[in-house]
């Protein structure tokens, strides 16, 4: 029987984003194999991170690619991405908290691509007047990036509902970032 890889990365990312902490052994049990068999396809805890990292950068450029960045105003391509973004959410959070996948020179070039097109939408966003310009595109990024890791954690803890996920993200997120009218 053939190994069925994206499941088995599926059941890691969910343990993994429920426990941070997990041994390659409850991964294994999470995925229905043996441990030996995990150990086969991954040699260890990095080379397992790593295959995580590919999918999340993955899922990533699709939410991207599904939320038409560059349609319509600003701040309504930031709601399609942070919806279409929503189901990846949790393993997104959990590579966040992965350091090694962000030192130094093997940080993967997918990241980098995907902070460049989060950063653009942002500064469309600046040069059509939605949002502040005090803040930097970059920064923008990566508070978006800290809201939904937080968003994932507070669903997955049961303090939030799914449902209000993209509601709360979206509106925090933009609530500091649009433009205010000087008084």
Not at 21 to 42: P, Y
Not at 90 to 95: E, N, P, R, V
Not at 140 to 151: D, P, Q
Not at 156 to 183: C, I, N, Q, Y
């Amino acid at each position: 029987m053939a190994l069925d890889r994206d499941h088995v990365l599926r059941s890691a990312a969910a343990l993994l984003t429920r426990k941070s902490t997990a041994t390659m052994d409850e991964v294994a049990k999470a995925a229905g194999i043996s441990r030996a068999t995990l150990h086969r396809h991954f040699a260890g805890r990095d080379a397992l991170v790593r295959a995580l990292e590919a999918l999340g950068i993955e899922e990533c450029e699709a939410a991207l690619d599904a939320a038409r960045l560059d349609e319509g105003p600003a701040d309504d391509a930031v709601h399609r991405l942070v919806r279409e973004i929503e189901p990846a959410a949790a393993l997104l959070a959990f590579l966040y908290t992965e350091n090694q996948l962000f030192e130094g020179d093997g940080q993967n070039e997918g990241w980098s691509r995907i902070d460049d097109r989060i950063a653009a939408l942002f500064r469309r966003g600046q040069r059509g007047g939605e949002f502040r310009i005090d803040l930097t595109p970059t920064w923008l990024t990566e508070a978006l990036y800290g809201l939904l890791a937080s968003g994932a954690w507070a669903v997955s803890e049961g303090r939030v509902a799914p449902k209000d996920f993209t509601h709360m993200v979206v509106e925090l997120l933009l609530g500091g970032a649009r433009r205010r009218e000087e008084s």
